[in-house]
């Protein structure tokens, strides 16, 4: 094997491995979900005032969504939803009766992909066990129903009925990052045009025919 051999050999060999180093990083560089309060799974006697997801990176405050949705179907959101370095939470409604709610979860990582979840938690029976006589005795002084809910201390409106309705978290791809496919992508056409560069430089070194400077390629017949 001559030199040029073994150094356009080495030089793929390397391309090839930043290659699979690049792909191995997109695969791995999402962050994760690594704690939550309530936690998943966990079954609760007294009413969380907040929702709080805790991610392994910084999330980034664009194109996040949470709900929550009681019994499977009836969205109970009604929060702002805020981002904080690793921390995304949002508040709850006071007035959480007792079943299963299921919290669905997307954000931005740190890398610029969006990620989704989502998990279960239970309100016991002994969640408002006294609060229905302190409801039924709002209601007959008019300020049942139609009030606004408390949601951490402050007071915010009922959502309509069209938004008790479960409705799908957004699937928009839009972020400030990069996809993965489009990285992948961009290193595939940019290990094409080196290794096509060096074809191209060990041919005209070797002098082969067809390549500028070559003696044996034939030259244009003089047309004067």
Request: hydrophobic fraction near 40%; proline fraction near 6%; aromatic fraction near 4%.
């Amino acid at each position: 094997m001559t030199l040029r051999s073994r150094t356009l050999t080495a030089v793929i060999a390397a391309l090839l491995m930043m290659f699979g180093l690049t792909l191995g990083q997109a695969a791995h560089a999402h962050d994760q979900l690594v704690g939550s309060s309530p936690e998943e799974g966990a079954e609760l006697d007294e009413q969380p005032e907040w929702l709080e997801l805790d991610f392994s990176g910084e999330i980034q405050d664009v194109g996040t969504e949470i709900q929550v949705l009681q019994d499977g179907d009836q969205d109970i959101s009604a929060g702002e939803v805020t981002v904080e370095g690793t921390s995304v939470s949002s508040a709850l409604p006071d007035n959480m009766t007792p079943g299963e709610y299921t919290v669905q979860w997307r954000v931005v990582s740190s890398d610029g992909h969006p990620i989704s979840g989502e998990f279960d938690f239970t309100l016991t029976d002994a969640v408002g066990a006294g609060e229905e006589g302190a409801a039924d005795e709002g209601a007959a002084d008019g300020e049942g129903g139609e009030g606004p809910a408390e949601l951490g201390g402050a007071a915010v409106d009922q959502p309509e009925d069209g938004a008790q309705e479960q409705g799908a978290l957004s699937e928009d791809a839009d972020s400030a990052g990069m996809s993965t496919p489009m990285m992948i992508l961009l290193v595939v056409g940019g290990l094409a045009v080196v290794v096509l560069v060096i074809l191209l430089l060990t041919r005209k070194q070797k002098g082969l025919p067809g390549t500028p400077g070559n003696p044996e390629t034939p030259e244009k017949p003089d047309t004067n």
